[in-house]
């Protein structure tokens, strides 16, 4: 028997006389160390001596003048020490994935309970072939194993969500902030700018309702830059048609379910429970019940293609649940056979419109005449709209510069210094590219390092940042014109790379080296001046791979991951 009694471990490992004593320093790599033992290798296999030095299976810290191991240990290192526990519980969890791979059967058997588990579940979305039908479908891509984060940064992001969510709603009411914002924005940018000619028509008209509905999430890495120690960064931002929750919901059981067949019972309790639908729904719902009419309904805007439509039933399901009337239609639809009467208020169909939930309408390509045309009827409207047009232009790529820029926060938090000091914790480097000195400086920087930074344009839902090479080639084209006002720049964050298999339809089942990116959930309500609801709801994890400058599950890159929280 192992001498590390305090892992119940079964396997013939270790009998050093100082074996059974766990560091306290080292708790945290005591998932990584318990995996590795675990029952996932059945055949024997002869014990190894390795004197003097440090065995991967049995804490990497400390050097055991005699270690008497199983195969699975044959991965050692030849120093005194390993440098923290990061590197303790990186290179045993790499010990273990490696050795995964040694036999393929286990891991063949491993990754097909897997897909039966998040089928079970509910991770499941329409294939790409038949994505408007669901006769078809398939698991959700998703990595087989999840995630080590430090739990000190999952809290900070959880507290810091709340913070973000009344910052969003005080810009979206400051005019004169956006106005001066988005500025340059406007004149380069076309999308942006009709999305600010609705904003100004309506602040000039007055605005028809002040039941105002946020649901945002908050993106963040974790940058190692040169140090050890990594810093929570944020990358955006999300303010319109923020989406994943349904599955995320789902993922938690799948790992957990995953951790249990390998014997972990209590490292699946390190994988936080998520229940965001809900609870964002929830939000939802207290708009419809501030509206004040029982028979509207809530009109979900979506778009053509409805590959993720299963994620929206999730929400028309709870929503359901409490009695709330659920539609969905188009921008086209609502151009054709939508209206307003003489009080503003919304009408489609013979139906009273409460609510208006965007699933579209935050990128170009979702817009036609008509569609903004009806864009502009539905601000116009009576009808509580998430986002309305303001919170929309506040997530714009362009706000988020500019609130890096001293004394804004300020503005918005006046006499509340640890709150600006919580946000602006949270800031990557973010630089102007507006026309003038400190855009011509911005410009020569990326220019000198380009793989330091991301240019990012004013636009969402994955796949628009530039990089490396690219960010030389559209700067030295726009760089004397204003073209360049379109973009921002930012200091790319560094992750540090863990491994695991991402487990996605149609691809080749491969270890890979991942970043992941650690998305916060939030919702807000206001009725005129007093703030209804304030919350962080829940989160989301994405994994991609290493070699893939960008994260997007849209796109089919990412896979959806949870947190393992150390």
């Known amino acids: 028997m192992c001498g590390h009694t305090l892992l119940g471990c079964s396997a013939q490992v270790c009998f050093n006389k100082d074996c059974s004593i766990i560091p306290p320093s080292l708790a945290s790599a005591e998932f990584f160390i318990n995996l590795l033992h675990a029952d996932i290798f059945e055949e024997d296999s002869p014990e190894t001596t390795h004197a003097g030095?440090?065995?991967?299976?049995?804490?990497?810290?400390?050097?055991?003048?005699?270690?008497?191991?199983?195969?699975?240990?044959?991965?050692?290192?030849?120093?005194?020490?390993v440098a923290g526990v990061q590197g303790s519980i990186t290179m045993a969890r790499e010990a273990m994935l490696q050795q995964l791979i040694k036999n393929p059967e286990r891991l063949k058997d491993l990754v097909d309970e897997a897909k039966d588990v998040a089928l079970l579940s509910g991770l499941v979305i329409r294939t790409k072939e038949m994505a408007n039908s669901s006769e078809v479908v398939t698991y959700y891509p998703f990595s087989l194993f999840p995630t080590p984060v430090p739990k000190a940064a999952f809290l900070q992001a959880l507290a810091v969500q709340t913070h973000f969510n009344t910052l969003v709603d005080k810009i979206s009411q400051d005019p004169d902030f956006l106005e001066e914002a988005l500025a340059s924005t406007i004149q380069a940018d076309d999308f942006t700018a009709k999305l600010f000619d609705i904003y100004r028509h309506v602040q000039q008209e007055g605005r028809s309702q002040s039941i105002v509905v946020g649901l945002l999430r908050s993106d963040y890495m974790l940058d190692q830059g040169e140090g050890k120690t990594s810093s929570l960064k944020q990358i955006e931002i999300n303010t319109i048609s923020v989406g994943g929750f349904g599955v995320a919901d789902c993922l938690p059981e799948v790992h957990r379910y995953m951790l249990r067949s390998l014997g972990l019972l209590e490292e699946s309790k390190c994988v936080p429970d998520n229940n965001v639908t809900p609870k964002m729904c929830?939000?939802?719902?207290?708009?419809?019940?501030?509206?004040?009419?029982?028979?509207?309904?809530?009109?979900?805007?979506?778009?053509?293609?409805k590959t993720s439509i299963i994620n929206h039933r999730c929400m028309e399901k709870e929503l359901c649940n409490r009695n709330i009337p659920v539609i969905r239609r188009?921008?086209?639809?609502?151009?054709?056979?939508?209206?307003?009467?003489?009080?503003?208020?919304?009408?489609?169909?013979?139906?009273?419109?409460?609510?208006?939930?965007?699933?579209?309408?935050?990128?170009?390509?979702?817009?036609?005449?008509?569609?903004?045309?009806?864009?502009?009827?539905?601000?116009?409207?009576?009808?509580?709209?998430?986002?309305?047009?303001?919170t929309h232009l506040a997530g714009t790529k362009k706000v988020q510069q500019v609130l890096t820029k001293p004394g804004v926060l300020e503005k918005f938090f006046p006499d509340q210094p640890q709150v600006v000091e919580q946000i602006r914790g949270t800031f990557a480097g973010l630089y102007t590219l507006d026309m003038g000195p400190e855009g011509d400086k911005t410009v020569e920087m990326s220019l000198a390092a380009p793989d330091q930074f991301v240019l990012k344009p004013q636009r969402e839902g994955g796949g628009n940042n530039i990089y490396g090479s690219d960010i030389c080639q559209v700067l030295q084209r726009v760089k004397e014109s204003t073209e360049r006002m379109a973009y921002i720049l930012m200091d790319k964050i560094q992750p540090a790379s863990v491994q695991n298999f991402m487990l996605r339809r149609d691809f080749p089942l491969e270890i890979s080296n991942c970043?992941?990116?650690?998305?916060?959930?939030?919702?807000?309500?206001?009725?005129?001046?007093?703030?209804?609801?304030?919350?962080?709801?829940?989160?989301?994890?994405?994994?991609?791979?290493?070699?893939?400058?960008?994260?997007?599950?849209?796109?089919?890159?990412?896979?959806?991951?949870?947190p393992l929280l150390l």
């Open 330 to 390: 188009k921008f086209e639809e609502v151009s054709r056979r939508g209206s307003l009467d003489d009080d503003k208020k919304l009408f489609i169909d013979g139906l009273e419109v409460a609510v208006v939930y965007y699933r579209t309408g935050y990128m170009p390509e979702h817009y036609t005449e008509k569609a903004w045309d009806a864009r502009l009827m539905m601000e116009r409207s009576m009808a509580v709209k998430c986002p309305d047009i303001g």
């Open 53 to 81: 030095q440090t065995c991967l299976l049995c804490f990497p810290s400390t050097v055991y003048k005699q270690c008497r191991c199983h195969r699975m240990c044959s991965v050692v290192e030849e120093a005194e020490s």
């Open 515 to 562: 970043d992941s990116e650690l998305g916060m959930y939030g919702v807000y309500v206001r009725q005129g001046k007093d703030t209804v609801m304030n919350e962080c709801v829940g989160h989301l994890m994405r994994t991609k791979s290493s070699e893939i400058s960008e994260a997007s599950l849209a796109s089919g890159v990412s896979v959806m991951d949870s």
């Open 282 to 305: 929830a939000a939802l719902a207290k708009s419809w019940e501030l509206y004040g009419q029982k028979k509207a309904v809530i009109m979900f805007l979506f778009e053509d293609v």
